[in-house]
């Protein structure tokens, strides 16, 4: 741990791994400190930069209620990761992983907007539709084409090679559509019935449910729902990533698996008491507990072991972090970039899709410079996780 700052007697410490928290991040935690709801402190991941209601890289331990904003609306957003017996120079052939690369294209759907054209079988749907009904609409013709889709943003499906020369696979995505609509539609009534019981609150978008009222039931149901579609999807796209190495490279063999979320809530024990843990842009880290902690496009991933730390709430960073946001990276130069790229395959650098100051350029929102250089983040929190295997990318497709 890097410090603690404690703002006044009335409220919670705040607990960073990052030596410099940007202040629009730490006026978050600030009001995190003071959330009525929550106990025993604020811990700051190393990868901690500002987010919607709650920073990213942030953990808090709620009593009996649940925060829609502090798991976000990227529920179940995580990682897989899988090993090879592969030997790496197998892959040394830039041509090879194009050609790998494009198959992926052609088999998962990639990019905001895109999904299957039919309706993907999954017994998922049919087991909540049978508990629940058509509840919220948590289940449409969207979410049964979405599922084993990529997205957009940082998500991303990488070929990567380990520092002891072997292949690796690597997704990161989430639950897509599903989640966004299961947080904005608990968010809304979290924000009502905050203000029917006149409760204070440090900032409006920290609205929160209490596990006990009705609410906070259906969120916390629906909310393991995404989870679970979001652990599919990546499964599937994986499945399918498996597949496409095989044809390229037969003899290929696949030695573990690892399936992980950071954005979520869990009823764990802490400090002697039942907790609902809220981990945004974190990771799990409890004791030999293996994780994933992926750089940016053009550096090093990380698969880790959890050393149980209680001060985090066994938890660690869920990457490098943005340390520019998505607008900020137009003064980035497109050389600089594909410098940065050497050596990986990767799609060129698109036109901006959004507006204001970034209309009119190439995106670089997702270039190695707009994160934060991961070993730093991955020695800020030597107590909290032992890294296995440094893995660096050779082929990278972005969402």
């Not at 409220?11 to 995190?32: D, F, R, T």
């Not at 957009?152 to 499906?157: L, S, T, V, W």
Request: charged residues 25%.
């Amino acid at each position: 741990m890097k410090w603690t700052k404690t703002i006044d007697a009335s409220c919670l410490p705040i607990k960073s791994w990052c030596e410099v928290v940007e202040a629009g991040a730490m006026k978050q935690a600030e009001n995190l400190a003071r959330h009525p709801a929550l106990r025993h402190h604020v811990a700051l991941m190393p990868d901690c930069h500002v987010g919607y209601g709650m920073p990213i890289g942030g953990v808090i331990a709620a009593k009996d209620a649940l925060l829609p904003s502090a798991v976000g609306v990227d529920i179940g957003g995580g990682m897989v990761a899988v090993q090879t017996d592969l030997p790496a120079e197998r892959l040394a052939d830039m041509r090879l992983r194009r050609r790998i690369q494009d198959k992926l294209k052609e088999r998962i759907p990639v990019g905001e907007g895109r999904s299957h054209k039919q309706p993907q079988q999954w017994e998922g749907f049919e087991e909540y539709l049978d508990r629940n009904g058509q509840v919220a609409d948590f289940v449409n013709a969207l979410d049964r084409k979405n599922l084993g889709t990529l997205g957009g943003g940082n998500h991303f499906i990488e070929l990567q090679q380990s520092d002891r020369g072997f292949i690796w696979l690597m997704i990161h995505s989430g639950s897509r559509n599903l989640g966004k609509r299961v947080e904005e539609y608990y968010q809304h009534k979290a924000k009502k019935l905050n203000a029917r019981y006149h409760v204070q609150l440090p900032d409006p978008e920290l609205a929160f449910l209490p596990i006990t009222e009705q609410a906070g039931h259906e969120y916390y149901r629906d909310m393991l729902f995404a989870l679970r579609y979001a652990l599919e999807n990546r499964r599937r796209m994986m499945a399918l990533a498996k597949e496409t190495l095989c044809e390229f490279v037969p003899e290929t063999s696949f030695v573990q698996e690892i399936n992980i979320h950071h954005n979520y809530a869990a009823c764990e024990e802490h400090f002697g008491e039942k907790l609902f843990i809220h981990r945004k842009g974190a990771t799990s880290a409890k004791l030999d507990e293996l994780g994933i902690i992926p750089g940016s496009m053009g550096t090093a991933s990380y698969i880790v072991r959890g050393l149980g730390n209680p001060e985090s709430f066994m938890s660690c960073s869920h990457g490098a972090g943005r340390q520019m946001s998505r607008n900020a990276c137009v003064q980035l130069s497109v050389e600089e970039c594909d410098a940065a790229m050497a050596g990986i395959v990767y799609e060129r650098w698109r036109p901006y899709r959004r507006y204001g100051k970034a209309k009119g350029h190439l995106d670089l929102s997702e270039a190695p410079q707009a994160y934060k250089p991961i070993d730093e983040v991955i020695e800020a929190e030597l107590d909290l996780i032992e890294p296995l295997h440094r893995l660096t990318p050779l082929a990278v497709l972005k969402g």
